[in-house]
């Protein structure tokens, strides 16, 4: 590809069923893929954003009332017009976040899923009654929580914003997605979708723009709750303005994944994963492998990944790298560690890209402490970076995994039991794999982390995600006027 040869035009709002206009700034959106301008979009705030929940206020209730088997039709008729329009979401997601068509189309598949997750919800969401007591009958309720909101990354413009959304809907709320404004686009895409699919007008909306709509939508008191995800910092921000103002809030952030790999694991296995799992959608992933603590004489391993690490082509098997200001800040700090003593054994700095059309690319890095008295700073770097740290023996690496500031995810490769099983008891962090380099819990299994990982309780998709997405009423009832009238009797 030279130039993407393409422009999206203006990305509005959509609220009420409709795109709409306003007069707030513009926006421009980039295609890392190569740098051109592909559309704009508005700089939203309070006025856009309370125009919009007025109206998703109003439509709720009716929305809620349908029965959630109801509501899972619409979510049928979504699943057939996402499988019918993937090409053009892969497209999008493709063009707008730079990552390699493979990966685009990886992106709405999982999208996919969590719809068909979404689907049996009303099969499968663990509704209870039970005799509590003789003639007592006690029974569980899901009850919507009203307008709700969902402020997701530029890094999966598909699958993030499809880890909130069906299960909020299916849960009988009103949606307000608020996406990056690096990557909008497919947001837009799923409005139109979702109205074909015959979900009616105000039920989902979005709103476009940075850090003055994500700080309307924490403060708007008609929002009942918001889920985030993005880096710590924001993270930490969303997390303590919208619980200040008394609402739900789970608040997903950035990650620095360590796996620690024993000297008995399978070369050819452990190091394709691992470098998979580094540099697939060039490590801007919350579950991209960013530490390996080679643990006694491991270093084959790590020799594999590097010889692999090499042939990799940026723009070609590697993805781009989401903006300039990005690449700045792996080189910065390449250069930072670099000048502190920190062997680099990968240079991404190097690498040529397979277009030289004004793309964001870079390659992959490895970096290694092993032998130096550098310290490895805690910050996630979000890039194609792989750091290589080492440890005397497994328990020594499980103390330095524990001591990662975030807990999103970590994995051990090895092939003897008694190290796997350790590992599961001592691995300190919400997803966690053996002879795996991205330990995604795939639906009804529930995605999140811990620590600096994630704040609030529960998890943003499966099982965990509808409590957070609904209120649990409990009703107890009792018709037997024979029995005993005392209490709990
Ligand atoms: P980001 O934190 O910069 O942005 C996330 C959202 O917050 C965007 O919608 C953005 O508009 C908004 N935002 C940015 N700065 C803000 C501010 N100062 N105040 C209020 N809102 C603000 O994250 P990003 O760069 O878009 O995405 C990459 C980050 O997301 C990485 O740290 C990655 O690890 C993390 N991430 C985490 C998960 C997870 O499941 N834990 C998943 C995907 C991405």
């Known amino acids: 590809m030279e130039k993407v040869n393409k422009n999206y035009g203006l990305i509005k709002n959509y609220g009420n069923g409709q795109f709409l206009d306003s007069d707030a700034e513009k926006i421009d959106i980039y295609s890392p893929l190569d740098g051109s301008i592909i559309g704009q979009t508005y700089s939203s705030g ?44 892969a497209e999008i997601n493709h063009i707008e976040n730079g990552k390699t068509l493979d990966e685009a189309y990886g992106g709405v598949d999982k999208a996919i899923e969590i719809v068909e997750y979404a689907c049996s919800i009303p099969s499968t969401a663990p509704n209870r009654v039970q005799m509590v007591s003789r003639g007592v009958e006690c029974k569980t309720e899901y009850v919507p929580l009203g307008v709700v909101s969902s402020i997701t990354p530029f890094n999966f413009p598909v699958m993030v914003p499809h880890w909130t959304t069906p299960q909020a809907l299916m849960m009988g709320n009103a949606v307000v997605l608020k996406p990056s404004e690096l990557t909008p686009i497919c947001s837009a895409k799923m409005g139109e979708l979702l109205k074909e ?5 105000g039920i989902f909306n979005v709103v476009n723009g940075g850090k003055d709509i994500v700080e309307a939508i924490c403060d708007h008191p008609d929002i009942k709750a918001i889920s985030f995800v993005g880096s710590t910092p924001v993270a930490e921000i969303v997390y ?85 200001a990005a690449i700045a800040k792996i080189v910065a700090y390449l250069e930072r560690v670099e000048k502190a003593g920190a062997k680099i054994l990968v240079d991404g700095r190097k690498f040529k890209a397979k277009y030289d059309n004004g793309g964001y ?28 740290l080492g440890a005397e023996n497994i328990h020594e690496a499980f103390e330095i995994q524990q001591k990662s500031p975030y807990g999103n995810a970590t994995s051990i490769f090895t092939q003897n039991g008694r190290s796997a099983m350790e590992a599961a008891s001592m691995m300190d962090a919400g997803m966690c794999g053996v002879n795996i380099g991205v ?5 009804p299994f529930s995605f999140g982390g811990i620590k600096g990982s994630k704040y609030g309780h529960g998890d943003i998709t499966g099982e965990s995600s509808l409590e957070f997405w ?20």
């Not at 699919?197 to 007008?201: K, N, T, V």
């Not at 608040?251 to 008995?264: C, E, F, R, S």
């Not at 692999?308 to 070609?316: F, H, N, S």
Request: aromatic letters at 4%.
């Open 46 to 89: 309070m006025k856009e954003l309370d125009e919009i929940v007025q109206k998703a206020k109003l439509a709720q209730p009716k929305w809620a009332a349908l029965s959630m088997k109801s509501r899972s039709q619409v979510m049928y008729k979504y699943r057939e017009l996402l499988l019918k329009n993937r090409d053009e979401l």
């Open 197 to 201: 699919a015959g979900l009616p007008d």
């Open 240 to 324: 303590r303005r919208a619980s200040s103002n008394l609402k739900r809030v789970l608040a997903l952030g950035g990650a620095k994944n360590h796996l620690i790999v024993t000297p008995d694991a399978h070369t050819e296995m452990a190091s394709n994963d691992i470098l998979a799992a580094a540099t697939g959608m060039a490590g801007q992933r919350c579950m991209a492998a960013s530490v390996v603590i080679a643990v006694g004489d491991s270093d084959h391993i790590v020799k594999a990944i590097c010889e692999k690490a090499e042939k990799l082509i940026p723009g070609d098997t590697m993805s781009t790298i989401i903006s300039e």
């Open 361 to 388: 690319f870079f390659g992959p890095s490895v970096i290694d402490y092993r032998g130096t008295n550098v310290e490895m700073p805690a910050e996630e770097i979000f890039g194609p970076t792989l750091e290589i």
């Open 439 to 443: 330990p995604v819990p795939r639906d």
């Open 470 to 489: 609904a209120n649990l009423r409990k009703l107890t009832t009792k018709w037997n006027p024979e029995d005993k009238t005392d209490w709990m009797s």
